[in-house]
């Protein structure tokens, strides 16, 4: 059934129950909420909505549900997949006033928070008291726990620690009817029916709104040392990689960076990088100092081993920090090279790393395309970005095409199309590629039970499914 649009009366009760200041509809705040960090993807939502608490999100969700008007949850709008551009309308919601941490328990190691704090904050909350709370997405100075938790974002530590999935252990959530439901809790086991903690992680706003979370906690680790190994070819750096496993050591972070996204990044933060290395690995242990020296000792000796021409253990945390520096300004530093930025996460596995990036520069060559990679080498997560102009047509014709061919190779290596960035709009139509049609019928079959008048972020995930797309599609 089609949209009926925000009228008089509903706008009316709307404002009844999120207060006047909290409801917009003027252009100015239409045209700031209909677009994401997500280059390519426009379209104007009809209002916008910051309800104070569960039950106003509950309230606004039922008169969405009875009138079939879109709702986009929305956090800082850092996602890379066009998964908060309103393409059907309807109304934003944000988080602004439900950004408080709510208790940090450490008899249960958790930390409950509202929708809106942001990662970075909850990071420093619980070290501040001797905690850890791992995942670190490269945003995380300003994406927000929900935007992290519907995208089931990585990190930098995501090789040893997993991502945000692996730290979520209950949830408040509003259903597209207004239910309002709990599940996990802060409990270590719960096999009370089906998982719905793990099924609303990574369900981009398409299922239901989370206005609590549970995160799990663990103890501060004692002690980090980081280290930058070069290498004059790819390949070695990716046998290095797999050789630091095979060797069970689990690094806390194993980062990488090709030859031309170091010459960018150098060219950026002038951090002395040599930029004739063909590869960089970053590398960070952390734990029981013993533990780490050892580690980082057998780690130099295996990238040696491998043909590094250099391996540098940060002596101080300034030290430590320019390192980090290099890897977390990859994505600034490539924005620069052009009006448009495509970045991308294709994902296979790790032994397949040298391979892919191959392929990656194979695919860039064929199509005459700049394509720079980096990524989490640890996790096998790539991110090949392609700096571009969405003014020239003829070029974004073959970016889409080379993006196509990767995606594909992802596949046929055993990989994936997205490996943190989530489907959104923009991967839509490769999801098929991963999962097959029954794949994808299974999943409509789940979206169409919790929200059956798909009023929860429509045109998303599923490619075709928008109606009036006001969009510029890549
Ligand atoms: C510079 C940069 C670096 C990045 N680095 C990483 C990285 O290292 N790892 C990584 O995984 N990602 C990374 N990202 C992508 C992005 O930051 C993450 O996807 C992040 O989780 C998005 O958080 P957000 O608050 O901006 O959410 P938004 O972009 O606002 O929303 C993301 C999704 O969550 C949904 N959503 C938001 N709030 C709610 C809610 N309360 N209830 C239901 N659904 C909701 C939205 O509808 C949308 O589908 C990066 C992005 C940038 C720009």
Redesign the pocket.
Known sequence: MLAQGISEEIKKKFIAIVSQENYEDTQTSRLVYSY??TPNYQALPEAVISPRNTREVSEVLKICNEHRIPV?????????CG??CPVEGGIV?L?KHMNKILEIDEANLTITVQ?GVLTGQIIQAVEARGLFYPPD???MK???I??????N????RGLKYGVTRDYVIGLETVLPNGDIIRTGGKLAKDVAGYDFTRLFVGS???L????EAILKLLPLPETKRTGLALFRDLESAAMAVSKIIANKIIPATLEFLDNATIRVVEDYVKIGLPVHAEAILLIEQDGPPEIVERDMAKITEICMQENAFSVEVAKTEQEAEALRMARRTA??ALARLAPTTILEDATVPRSEIARMVKSITEIAGKYNLTICTFGHAGDGNLHPTCPTDIRNREEMDRVEKAFEEIFARAIELGGTITG???V?IMKAPYLEMKLGKEGVAAMRAVKAALDPNNIM?PG?IFAGDSRNRVVVSR
């Not at 949850?73 to 890379?80: H, I, V």
């Not at 929900?146 to 995208?151: D, F, K, M, T, V």
């Not at 239901?208 to 206005?211: H, L, N, R």
């Open positions: 994401d960090a986009v949850p929305r956090g800082s709008g850092t996602n890379l998964g908060t919601l988080f929708p997405p490269g945003s300003i994406s927000t929900a935007g992290n938790i519907n995208e974002a990585g990190g930098l981009e706003g398409t239901c709104v989370v206005t994505l600034s943190e960035h989530g959104g972020n998303k």
